[in-house]
């Protein structure tokens, strides 16, 4: 720590400060060496090997079935690249489970950022000794703080330590992947390693999230819960759950050179959104994910043999659209009973009934698999709506859609996509081809995917509605609107949308329309500069009528 403090740019850092707030330097002085002890991890192996026996007892508690893949190339990746490790972030055990899976690989353990509301009395300093970096959520407009997390990454590379951040900056509520945070990663590209980077995208699925409860009880609106030791003691009882299956999966590296350029800069957001796509590729799809995105498609009441047929469907589709099932994955019948032991849902003389809560619980896992299904869903759904379903239309329509649905499901635009669905689609028979139209099957899993669509769709109709409506709005009045906008037509739908909650989830929606020059933007302000008619008419098209008349009647009263 002493180098780090000593580093002339800090002390250019401090001297600005201290010039501008007429601060004593020694109070300055103390109150970075203060902030650099609480960031900085003190790694003990001796630490990590004997916790390792307990992590092993409640992860397996926990999770019987554990599947970890991608670490077989980590060792010789470790030979010539500097790791970094760039997970998804859903729960709280995340952080556990990839410090053991490499551990029991004999892997070299990474320091990892972590929040600094986890540097709880007594756990925190045990955390640290994990390899924990605790620092601030946020800290850009702190020019000494900033300077003390560069220097101390910067060191950390240096003396090529591994080193673990989760790219989304916190767990995502909704289970679709957030907006990357920047910033790290902007420090990490910037820091001069001794070689050139290896970022690792890092998939993690579970069958029951156990951070999923809080998850819901923040978007129903209630105040999010402090971190507190006594709410660490009161969560051990979820030792004793049953949560099922636990799959992390380390997806295909993304090579960077360490050393800055202007060139590399510029393409920072680039590059976060390929690991964001890598991350994406790597899912897994869990017992619980592929079971929750085909219950929208049901009615009140489901026959279990229905639903053992749509997960017989969904499977191949799966395969087909190169997203990974379990390697030890079991039968429908099995998987729908393992989620009934897990209270997921209700199996009542051979129906499968679900009620409200456990509906917007299993929207967290149909979102883990929403990216894979929802252009899928959008060709149907255009097939469905559509007047005259040509294969040429729905291409055409569906290139036009592309950004703005890749934007969201952070998704690769590929123009050849629609063609290769197209083909996907008719072999497994959830298309037809009539002649000059195409018409989708009317079975469970079709029904499912195209209200997957329909409900993405709706959302990013009703923003561009309303930023076409307003000549000037900020951006927090803009997804402040379209959530109570959306939060209001969900009741229209038979089960909870809990993600329409989640204003984060309109960002990058809002991010294209201004790459694509729809929108400008002047400090905080946005507005149109361009007619954002011609996407309206897409909209009106395929959403429901009752959808689309009530948005009018409400946006005329607000």
């Known amino acids: ?52 026996p307990l992590f092993s007892l409640v992860l397996k508690r926990l999770y019987r079935r554990m599947e970890i893949n991608g670490l077989e190339r980590l060792e010789s990746l470790n030979r010539d690249y500097q790791l970094i490790y760039l997970p998804a972030h859903r729960s709280h055990i995340d952080y556990m489970l990839i410090s053991w899976a490499l551990f029991q690989k004999g892997l070299q353990l990474p320091h990892i950022a972590a929040g600094d509301n986890l540097n709880l009395p007594i756990v925190g300093a045990l955390l640290k000794r994990g390899g924990a970096v605790f620092l ?6 702190d020019p000494v703080y900033t300077c003390l997390v560069r220097l101390y990454l910067e060191q950390l590379l240096r003396n090529e330590h591994s080193f673990e951040v989760f790219i989304e900056g916190q767990r995502s509520r909704t289970g679709r992947l957030l907006t990357p945070k920047l910033g790290l990663l902007s420090m990490l590209l910037e820091s001069q390693p001794a070689r050139r980077l290896a970022l690792l995208p890092v998939s993690i699925n579970y069958d029951l999230c156990i951070d999923n409860r809080t998850y819901q009880h923040e978007l129903s609106g209630r105040p999010k819960r402090k971190e507190s030791l006594w709410g660490l003691i009161s969560s051990v009882g979820l030792v004793f759950k049953r949560c099922g299956g636990a799959h ?106 679900v009620s409200e809560q456990q509906s917007a619980e299993l929207s967290y896992y ?26 040429a239309t729905i291409t055409r329509l569906m290139r036009a859609l592309q950004p703005y649905l890749g934007a969201e499901f952070s998704l690769a635009v590929d123009p050849e996509e629609p063609a290769r669905l197209r083909k996907t689609l008719l072999q497994l028979g959830l298309l037809s081809d009539q002649g000059t139209q195409l018409h989708p099957s009317p079975c469970l899993l079709a029904r499912a995917l195209f209200h997957l669509a329909e409900t993405a769709l709706l959302r990013q109709y009703l923003l561009i509605r309303i930023v076409s409506q307003q000549p000037l ?13 959306a939060r209001h037509l969900q009741a229209w739908y038979e089960h909870p949308l809990p993600e329409y909650a989640d204003q984060r989830q309109l960002r990058p929606l809002i991010e294209c329309l201004e790459q694509q020059q729809l929108l400008h933007r002047d400090k905080e302000c946005l507005s149109t500069t361009r007619d954002l008619a011609p996407i309206l008419r897409i909209g009106r098209k395929l959403l429901p009528d009752v959808l689309l008349q009530e948005s009018e009647r409400w946006l005329s009263q607000h």
């Open 366 to 391: 149909r979102n883990n698999l929403a990216h894979a299904l929802v252009m899928p869903g959008l060709m149907l759904l255009l097939a469905a709506r559509l007047p005259k379903p040509s294969a």
């Open 248 to 353: 992390l999966n380390i997806g295909e590296p993304v090579f960077v050179d360490g050393t800055p350029t202007e060139e590399q800069n510029g393409a920072l957001l680039q590059t976060a959104s390929q690991v964001m796509r890598a991350i994406n590729r790597a899912t897994i799809a869990t017992e619980a994910s592929r079971i929750a995105s085909l219950l929208p498609g049901a009615e009140k009441e489901l026959r279990q043999a229905e639903l053992e047929q749509g997960i017989g469907a969904l499977n191949p589709l799966l395969q087909q659209l190169g997203t990974r099932l379990p390697q030890q994955d079991r039968s429908a019948a099995a998987m729908i009973d393992a989620m009934a032991r897990r209270r997921q849902l209700t199996l009542y003389g051979g129906k499968v009934l």
């Open 1 to 52: 720590m002493a180098e780090i403090l000593a580093d002339p740019r800090l002390r250019e850092v401090i001297d600005t400060r201290c010039a501008q707030s007429g601060e004593p330097r020694l109070n300055v002085e103390r109150h970075a060496h203060q902030q650099l002890e609480q960031m900085a991890a003190h790694y003990r192996h001796s630490v990590v090997r004997s916790l390792n």
């Open 473 to 485: 709005i900020t951006e927090q009045q803009l997804c402040e609107t379209t959530t109570a906008l």
């Open 136 to 141: 601030r959520r946020s800290f850009l407009d």
